[in-house]
């Protein structure tokens, strides 16, 4: 396993993390890094609250930070 963190490890290894994400959290953290929409914007798109939309980031955050912990630190 390469514990190399480079650009494109970082790239592979975050595409890897998000597909393994359930749906809802995936879309909203592709609306929220790749198209830019603010929190708002998704709650608004997503016919949700602003605090579920937070909380699904939160998580898809979490779950990167903890993969990326795990693979390249721990």
């Known amino acids: 396993m390469d514990k190399e963190l480079n650009d494109e490890n970082i790239r ?10 359930p749906i809802p959290m995936q879309k909203v953290y592709d609306l929220f890094t790749e198209h830019q929409f603010t929190v708002a914007e998704i709650a608004k798109i997503r016919n949700s609250t602003i605090q579920e939309v ?7 955050r979490k779950s990167l930070r903890t993969s990326f912990v795990n693979r390249y630190v721990g």
């Open 12 to 21: 592979k290894h975050s595409e890897t993390v998000i597909r393994m994400l």
């Open 54 to 60: 937070d909380s699904l980031l939160e998580a898809a």
